[in-house]
Each structure stands twice: as structure tokens, then as C-alpha cells.
């Protein structure tokens, strides 16, 4: 309409709603056509003026809104009978009746996609990074949940397709019909009426309709339940770092070398505040920093930890007592029950690789048969060759899949106890005393202190990753060993 040059007079139409139902859009629509000269007709109307467009303006609202209002209960219904709202979820395919006809709105786990999404949840619980899981479903030539879309990046992986938004809902970690629960109207789509984009907002809880579908279970409580503490503890350390400045130059401040090795990991046992130094010279120690600065109504505080003995104490109750006979079977146990579910994992991408070498068999012996008919060679053989070369690399990575036996060494306790005691000689020595309190922080998650009014002395609780410290004494052995396996020790000593 805004064109200098036209080859049309008028408007021709079945009726004004096949126009445009908005009627925002009608009215712009019929305002341009009337300051160019061009008049618009429909075939049940004849000739539209003025009001003729109001009225379908207002009725074409008026039924937009109706519509919305009898669609949103249609599918709110669905979703309590079980049923699908809509949209292709990973994981699942159509559901069928018993004579393989399709079931509307039902679902069935698809067992190929069902064995990705489960070796998703086991490497992120593992401590493996949404990246790099990304990375390796994408290097495996898996096919993401966005394959045959239109964007750009349709059918690869990417972090942002596993971790989602936790409060939303969105992503493959936070999908709940995994552990068989329906969860629909979380959030309410509308397009913005200035840029022409659908934007989502979240609903209040209130309005979420849930069903549970047990049958459609396809990861466990145990596993889903060590993802969400995964997430929980993901989103504390991100908090201790976020930024507060515009320009997000605050990130800094983390980066800068501790000024003292026990920084950050003391914590206090009244309130679980972080313990803070204070003092001079020999007089330095730590105290718990919401007692100094926010007095005893939120934290009452005790007898300040000496420098000088804190960091002895934490290296004695590693060497020590952490490798105590209780404790080490304790961990061998802990060992065995991750290899097992290691062997779970290795099963289930041993059966998606197969299929895909099945597949690429298939396509390979489609291409020889074409070829055989008489099609074109010379685009054939060039597929076939990439079919090929696939094929040989898809069945040289099947080995590197299948686990391996792992059997810990009998000396690991030494091998241990020697790696504590060379990182305290390392910390006495000022060239390498920064690298060695950076290793000092990867075993030790967190320190409670307390004290102990009995004994006239504080008690130390150390918290760690007891597979990461002994890993590190035993990396041959151990390095196969995915995931994380907590260890907590005290030690104690009067000051």
C-alpha cells in the first residue's frame, strides 16, 4: 500500500477477518488503504467503509479472546487427564492405542532419548559441566530436542539446553515429567505489541496445573534428588561472586590471591557465618564476622581461633584422621556404589551407540543399493564415503564406552597421607605457598568451627571431597571415577 508504483485499485477479501483478525493491524491496515486510494471489498459485504471495519475490529476481539479463554481450558483439562498440553518434549514420542493408531495428547518414553536424558542428569550429578556434557553429546553426533527447526543451530547441543531456568521450568535438567510429573501453565506467552516478538512472563504458582504420571518416569528420585543439590549448590557459589557494578568489573575483587590460606573455608558453628581475621603479629585469629559486625542479637561468637594453630589443626585432621580404617572402607563402599552407577551410565549410551551404528548401517546400505539401481555415481560415492568413514569411527569409540574395572590401590592411605603432608611443606615455602593454598581449597569445601566450653577449646568439623583429595594422591587409579563423594572429620585442640 505504501509502494509509489501499484498494479491494484482495490482490496478483494473473502470477508475483513481474513485481513487481519487484530485490530490494531485492521485499522492501520484500512488507514493506509484509504490515504492511498484504495478501497477494500469483501465478497460477503461488498464495498468496507468505516464501519464496517470497527465492528469487525470489535468482533474479531471479542473472538481472538473467546478463542484463548476455550483453547487454555481445553488443554487445562488434557493436562489433568495426563495428557500432553502440547509441544515435543525429549525423551518421549507420540503415545499409541493397541492397534498402534496415535493417542492425542498421550505419551510414551522413547527409549534412545530416555537413555540421553538419564546419562545428562548422571554426568551433571557427577560434577561435569552442562558445557562440557554439551560438548560431548554434540562430539557423539547426537541430535538435540532442536532438531528440524529452523534456527541455526538446530539439532546441536548447547549448556543453556540442559540447565534451563530452574524457576521456569526450561531445560532438561529441570523438567519434571522426568520423575513423572506434569507441571503446565507455568508461563503465559504474549507477543509485544512494539517489536512483534512473543515474550514470556511466569505465572504464580496458584495457577500451574500438575498431574502425576508415574508410567512416564524416566530418572530416578535418588538421582534427580543429587542434580537439584548440584543446582542448589551451584547457585551459592554464584551468588558469592555476582557482580554489583554496571560495567561487572566487581568480578575482580574474587580473583585476587587469598591473604590468608584459610580464607573463606572458616565458618562459624553458632550461626554459619564466615570467619573473618583479625589482629596483629601472633595476636591475628579468626572470628565469626556477623558477631563483630552485628552483634550478639544474630550471633553470640566465642574465643577468637589463633592463625597459628588453625592451619595445623585442618592439615593433622586431614593426614590423620580423615584416612581413619572406618572411614576409608567407608569410602571404598562409597567407590563401588559410583562404579555401579557409572556402569548404569555406560550401559545405557552403549545402547544409544549401537542404534546409531545400526542407522548409519542402514543409510550405508540404502546408498550402495541406489548406486546399484543406477543413480547418479558421482553425488552417491561421496556420500558413501562420508557414510563410511562414520561408520568406522562410530564403531573404533564403542570400546571407549564399555568400563573399565578399577580396583583401588591397598596404599592409597599413605599415597594420601604423603600428598597432605606436601602441600603443609609447600605452604611453608614462599614461591609456591599461593598454589598450594589454591589446592588447599579444591579438597576442603567448608571448616565449622565451635566451641567446645568443656574442653576450653575449639573443635574444627572439616567437610570435603574425599574422592577429589584422594584422586589427587592416586590419579592413575582413580581418575575414572566420576562424581563426588563427601567426607566430614573433626579435630579439636585447646588454645
Not at 44 to 55: F, Q, R, T, Y
Request: aromatic share 4%; hydrophobic share 35%; charged share 30%.
Amino acid at each position: 500500500l505504501t509502494a509509489k508504483e501499484r498494479s491494484f485499485d482495490i482490496v478483494l477479501a473473502e470477508s475483513l477477518d481474513r485481513v487481519s483478525r487484530d485490530p490494531e493491524h485492521l485499522a492501520r491496515f484500512s488507514k493506509l488503504a484509504n490515504h492511498a486510494k484504495i478501497e477494500i471489498y469483501t465478497v460477503d459485504g461488498g464495498k468496507a467503509g468505516a464501519l464496517a471495519v470497527s465492528l469487525s475490529s470489535l468482533l474479531s476481539g471479542m473472538f481472538l479472546e473467546k478463542l484463548s479463554t476455550n483453547v487454555h481450558r481445553g488443554i487445562e483439562g488434557n493436562v489433568l487427564r495426563g495428557l500432553s498440553g502440547g509441544g515435543r518434549i525429549y525423551g518421549y514420542r507420540p503415545g499409541t492405542d493397541q492397534r498402534g493408531a496415535p493417542i492425542k495428547g498421550a505419551l510414551a518414553i522413547d527409549p534412545i532419548q530416555a537413555a540421553i536424558v538419564r546419562g545428562i542428569f548422571r554426568d551433571y550429578a557427577a560434577g561435569i559441566s552442562p558445557i562440557k556434557i554439551a560438548s560431548r553429546l554434540n562430539d557423539e553426533r547426537i541430535a538435540s530436542p532442536s532438531v528440524g527447526t529452523k534456527r541455526k543451530s538446530s539439532g546441536k547441543w548447547k549448556q543453556n539446553t540442559i540447565n534451563g531456568n530452574r524457576a521456569r521450568g526450561t531445560g532438561i535438567l529441570n523438567n519434571e515429567l522426568y520423575i513423572g510429573r506434569l507441571v503446565w501453565n507455568r508461563l503465559t506467552y504474549k507477543k509485544n505489541p512494539v517489536t512483534e516478538k512473543r515474550v514470556s512472563s511466569q505465572n504464580p504458582p496458584s495457577e500451574w496445573r500438575t498431574a502425576e504420571v508415574p508410567e512416564l518416569r524416566i530418572v530416578g528420585q535418588e538421582l534427580w534428588d543429587a542434580v537439584k543439590a548440584r543446582q542448589d549448590l551451584d547457585a551459592r557459589r554464584r551468588s558469592k561472586v555476582e557482580t554489583t557494578d554496571r560495567n561487572k568489573l566487581s568480578s575482580g575483587q574474587t580473583l585476587r590471591r587469598r591473604k590468608y590460606l584459610l580464607s573463606g573455608l572458616l565458618h562459624c558453628g553458632l550461626c554459619g557465618g564466615r570467619m573473618t581475621m583479625a589482629g596483629t603479629g601472633k595476636y591475628k585469629a579468626y572470628y565469626c564476622a556477623n558477631a563483630k559486625e552485628m552483634g550478639p542479637s544474630v550471633c553470640t561468637g566465642f574465643r577468637g581461633l589463633r592463625d597459628s594453630i588453625a592451619l595445623p589443626l585442618v592439615l593433622a585432621g586431614l593426614r590423620d584422621d580423615l584416612m581413619q580404617p572406618t572411614a576409608y572402607e567407608a569410602f571404598r563402599e562409597a567407590v563401588h556404589k559410583r562404579l555401579n552407577e557409572d556402569n548404569d551410565t555406560a550401559e545405557d549410551r552403549l545402547r544409544l551407540h549401537d542404534d546409531q551404528v545400526r542407522q548409519l548401517e542402514m543409510r550405508h546400505r540404502n546408498l550402495l543399493l541406489a548406486i546399484e539401481m543406477g543413480d547418479d555415481p558421482s553425488v552417491l560415492v561421496k556420500r558413501l564415503n562420508e557414510v563410511d568413514a562414520e561408520l568406522k569411527e562410530m564403531r573404533a569409540k564403542r570400546s571407549e564406552i564399555v568400563p573399565v574395572e578399577i580396583e583401588l590401590p591397598e596404599d592409597l592411605p599413605e599415597l594420601y597421607r604423603e600428598l597432605v603432608a606436601d602441600i603443609a611443606a609447600a605452604l611453608s615455602q614462599d614461591g609456591i605457598a599461593g598454589r598450594a593454598a589454591d589446592e588447599l581449597h579444591e579438597l576442603v569445601e567448608r571448616i565449622i568451627v565451635d566451641w567446645d566450653a568443656d574442653a576450653n577449646g575449639h573443635h574444627l568439623t572439616i567437610k570435603g571431597n574425599l574422592l577429589e583429595m584422594l584422586r589427587k594422591s592416586a590419579p592413575s587409579e582413580l581418575d575414572a571415577v566420576s562424581g563426588a563423594i563427601f567426607a566430614e572429620v573433626g579435630c579439636g585442640s585447646r588454645i
